[in-house]
């Protein structure tokens, strides 16, 4: 598959960002096969490689799947400057449809990282998706079940191994009315602070326009914009030598997700609201009823 922004494309990074990701600024070149010895700005060699342990599986679904976003979306893809190399990272966004993975993962691929995305099980045992999931390395989450460990534990060793792994903090899509990112569970915070790996808030808006939150009808015509933004990763230094218990993981989450919330405030150009949605208690109410 030929890799790249199609016209219409916007990407915005810096000129010196460009030149060293691929000569020709519209068509990136490959993905890195090995990290390097130390962590800095992702700079994509110029020859075509693939991406890490991205097997043949992984790249036939990308040289499928690729094409058919290029058609349907105009991409305005930034902030890919705050993509790590050299380390593995965990990318955690927002999520409000069906269909956001899949752009969530064309920013990813087309920045030269190839990720693993944590999926709830029992996609792996659709037909056709299961088989895309599984031999293409992504990682099943086990809810409420004794293989529940069996996620965390894969995703570190990805992580200890130089990979993405990509993450939806909120579990399952948001349910603020409008589509802000609502209180997060806590697995990307004790994933992060297990494996002290760089945590990269990627927010995206426009996947809803294609297919909206617990709808059928798919509309790809005519191309929706759908824009992605990463940000600096978020700082939880100062919490890696606090005992993991509740407190820290709350805390380690709401400052990820908060990063998360201003970028999309800043890409939708709104106010989000002042506390998240909290789909725990009646009518998500942000603090306990009276």
């Not at 809810?143 to 939806?168: I, M, P, Y």
Request: charged residues 20%.
């Amino acid at each position: 598959m030929r890799g790249g922004s199609a016209r219409g494309d916007r990407v915005t990074r810096s000129d010196s960002a460009k030149c060293e990701r691929c000569p020709h600024t519209d068509r990136p070149q490959g993905l890195r096969t090995r990290p390097r010895a130390l962590p800095s700005a992702r700079r994509v060699a110029s020859a075509p490689v693939h991406p890490p342990r991205a097997n043949r599986s992984y790249r036939n679904v990308a040289r499928v799947l690729r094409p058919v976003l290029y058609a349907i979306t105009r991409r305005d893809w930034r902030g890919a400057e705050h993509l790590p190399a050299g380390t593995g990272f965990i990318a955690a966004g927002n999520h409000m449809t069906n269909v956001d993975p899949l752009t969530f993962a064309h920013y990813l691929y087309d920045n030269g990282v190839a990720p693993k995305i944590l999926a709830k099980s029992s996609l792996f045992t659709v037909p056709v998706l299961g088989w895309v999931l599984r031999t293409s390395g992504q990682i099943p989450v086990y809810r409420n079940t004794s293989k529940a460990g069996d996620s965390l534990r894969a995703a570190e060793q990805a992580l200890a191994a130089g990979e993405c792994v990509a993450v939806f903090p909120e579990g399952t899509l948001t349910r603020d009315p409008d589509l802000w990112p609502m209180v997060a569970k806590t697995g990307v915070a004790r994933l992060a602070l297990t494996s002290r790996v760089p945590v990269v808030p990627i927010a995206q808006w426009g996947a809803q326009d294609l297919l909206g939150r617990y709808k059928k009808l798919f509309k790809p015509i005519p191309p929706k914009k759908v824009t992605v933004v990463a940000g600096p990763p978020v700082d939880l230094s100062d919490l890696y030598d606090r005992p993991l218990d509740a407190a820290t993981l709350r805390e380690a989450t709401a400052r990820v997700m908060a990063a998360i919330t201003a970028l999309l405030a800043d890409v939708r150009g709104a106010t989000p609201p002042a506390a998240p949605y909290d789909m725990r208690r009646p009518g998500g109410a942000t603090t306990d009823p009276a």
